[in-house]
Every structure is written in C-alpha cells, then in structure tokens.
C-alpha cells in the first residue's frame, strides 16, 4: 500500500466512522477500488490502526465527558459516572469475547470480501429504517439496554455492518433517547479500541513488518485529523437528522459492493 493509498483510506475512515454507514465496510470496498492486495491479517491491522486514531479522535472531541468520569470514578461516594462506566464495561464484553475467540475468523472477513460487504451494508440500512421510526424519548441507557447494545457492537465487527448505526439503532429501538444513545455509542467503542491495540502489541501482531510503518503512520494522522473534524460535526447530524438518509445511502452503496463483487 503506497503512501496516497493510506491517506485516502485514513480519510475515508475518519469520515465514516462517526456515521452509521460502516467504516469498516467502506474502507474494504476503498481497498478494493485502490487495488490494495494486502494479507488479510496486513488488512486487519491497517483497519485497526485507523480505528485507534478515530478513538484518539473521540476522546479529544469528548474529553470533558471522559475527565468527568474518570474524576466520577475516584470518589468515593456513588455517582453518575460511575454507573455510566458500569454501563460501558457491561457493553465491552460481547465484542471483547467475540473478538478474543474468534479472531482469526474475523481477519479472514477483513480480505476484500466486498459482496460480504455489501449485504451486511443491506443490514444496517434496515436498521437504520427501523430506528427512523421509533420515537425519540428522554430514557437513559439502563445496565440491561448496555449488555444488548453491546450485542449489536459485537455483530458489528462483520465488514459492512456500521458499529455506530448498529448500536444507535439497537438504543433507540430500545427506547432509548437519540441523543443519549449517540453518546453512549460514541464512548463505549474507545476503551475496546484501546483494549485490541494492548492485545496486539503484546502478542507482537503490531510488528513493522506485517505493514509499511510509512503507510501505517499516514494513514494514521490521516484518520485521526478527519476523524476530529468529522466527530464535532457529525454528533449533532447524527442526533437532529432523520436516520433514513443514511439508510438509503447505506442501501445503494449496498447494492453496488454486491454488483461490483459478482460481476467485477
């Protein structure tokens, strides 16, 4: 993967991870436009890494909301934050066990599959029409609604299905308030991010030699500048637009991954 290559591909990622239209589905169909003939495992790596600087992203567009939970979690009487972390520890573990025992499964997923792609970008525009109907309310995210969303976040690590259209949609199908829901989805991907990036180091899949460090680093700087911009205005697209927008994209998009993959 040339030097260009990662920084479109970074750019794509920043753009796409804070809209419930899947990053991960259209970073494979841009590594398949660009031609990018990478291992599956190089594949999954470069999706990581992206995903990492989208995570810095968040937590520089949320800071304030991160300081006070982790202020919240040091006192010692109990509070908001405190149950909120709860919440988003509860939401980690059906990714973190997916993830952890069915790794090598999902880097194969991870290869240019693109027609994969394209019905899992099908899902998620269904999705996103149920959640357009819904109702939006005041309801808090409650521990039980934490466990199912993070079901949502797990089936997301398919390529195609979006993880922020997943979960919102899965929150406010639950009843929950939009703006809320987009919250929580945007805050409870960060430490999962930074728990597969731990993994990856410690188990040495991280090494200079799996990816060029060049394209690695660009794509990188890439991801995490677009992903800032992206977030400060997307949160609020996110939570005032109506959601059968980005599930009509979500379907054409859809329709030409499956077009292109069986017939190109």
Not at 22 to 35: T, W
Not at 65 to 87: A, C, H, M, P, R
Not at 225 to 249: D, E, Q
């Amino acid at each position: 993967m040339d030097v260009i290559d990662a920084i479109i591909l970074g750019i794509i990622q920043g753009l796409t991870e804070f809209l419930p239209v899947s990053s991960s589905g259209h970073l494979e169909l841009g590594k398949a436009i660009l031609g990018d003939h990478s291992l599956p495992q190089e594949s999954l790596l470069f999706t990581v890494v992206l995903h990492f600087a989208t995570a810095l992203s968040t937590m520089v567009v949320f800071r304030k909301d991160i300081y006070d939970i982790i202020k919240g979690i040091f006192q010692s009487t109990w509070n908001e934050e405190k149950v909120f972390s709860l919440k988003i520890i509860l939401s980690m573990v059906p990714a973190a066990l997916i993830g952890f025992f069915f790794e090598e499964q999902l880097e194969l997923l991870f290869g240019g599959n693109i027609v994969l792609v394209g019905f899992m970008l099908i899902v998620t525009a269904l999705l996103l029409y149920l959640a357009d109907k819904a109702k939006n309310t005041g309801k808090k995210v409650s521990y039980s609604n934490a466990f199912v969303i993070g079901v949502s976040q797990a089936i997301a690590l398919l390529p195609g299905v979006s993880r922020s259209g997943a979960t919102i949609s899965t929150s406010v199908l639950l009843g929950n308030d939009k703006s809320k829901a987009a919250r929580f989805s945007f805050l409870m991907v960060v430490p999962l991010i930074f728990g597969k990036i731990a993994k990856d180091i410690l188990s040495g899949a991280l090494s200079y030699d799996s990816v060029h460090i060049q394209s690695l680093s660009v794509g990188f700087i890439a991801a995490f500048i677009s992903g800032i911009l992206a977030c400060t205005w997307m949160i609020k697209l996110v939570k005032n637009s109506k959601l059968i927008y980005f599930a009509i994209y979500c379907f054409i998009v859809g329709l030409v991954a499956i077009f292109l993959g069986y017939y190109y």
